[in-house]
């Protein structure tokens, strides 16, 4: 069991994935669960969360995984926050060791389009966040430099999007169908994405689910199996919806806010 956090969270603050980490460690004797640093220490983790080039970040991860002898036999992976379409990214690019449930807790697995409100004490980087985005999501220096850029998806700059994005537009097949995300993704037993129905942080919240913006415009949306992805199955998620290995899970609250029974009840057994 692994898992990577949200922006402006770092792996080992005791008060959030520190927390679930012991969590877990409680209710699953002898379980061995792998908190993720991408960096040295705690405030590099923290800072990298905002400014680290993802597919960076993503080969770091890939490494501490094949590294890590306790792994060898697979393990099942939960991202929190954009931690979940990293780990997708992990998924599709590193089969080995063999990732066998990835849970998405608040990921956003088409992106945002909406600006992201930090809390505590990350606010001042994420005022400065969003006047970047503003400015030009796509520039190399904005999408080199500023994670939330390597997953912006403009509904209203499509062609932009699609050859600018470094991240997103990769991982999604936006440019071209690469075979070996396709079949590295549907090796996965199971997917489990959960959405926030009152999340204030992510826009728009159907991303949580795959879903997104329908193109050209920013009121209407349509669900993962709505989109061209879908439809000609570029990624392997129709195929394996049909086998059952989708799952959609929501629950009332704000992004990341849930409490330790429905942690229990409802991902835990995931996790077995």
Known sequence: C?????????????????????????????IYVLSLMIGKNVIQDTENGFFMDVNEQVSMVCSQLAQDPKLKGGYNAMGFSQGGQFLRAV????????????????????????????????SHICDMIRKALNNGAYTDLVQKHLVQAQYWHDPFNDDLYKKHSLFLADINQERAVNETYRKNLQLLEKFVMVKFLQD???????????????MGQAKETETLQESVLYKEDRLGLAAMD??????????????????????????LPYLH
Not at 10 to 24: D, E, R, T
Not at 200 to 214: A, N
Request: one cysteine or more; charged letters at 20%; aromatic letters at 8%.
């Open 91 to 122: 998924a599709q690019r590193c089969p080995s060791p063999p990732m066998k449930t990835l849970i998405s807790v608040g990921g956003q697995h088409q992106g945002v389009y909406g600006l992201p409100r930090c809390p505590g004490e990350s």
């Open 200 to 214: 204030t942080v992510v826009d728009p919240v159907d991303t949580e689910w795959f879903g997104f913006l329908k």
């Open 242 to 267: 049909k086998a059952g290995k989708l799952a959609f899970l929501a629950t009332k609250g704000d992004h990341l806010q849930f409490t330790r029974e429905w942690f229990n009840a409802n991902l």
């Open 2 to 30: 692994m898992f990577t956090c949200p922006p402006g969270d770092s792996c080992c603050n005791p008060l959030s994935m520190g927390a679930i980490k012991k969590m877990i460690e409680e209710e699953i004797s002898g």
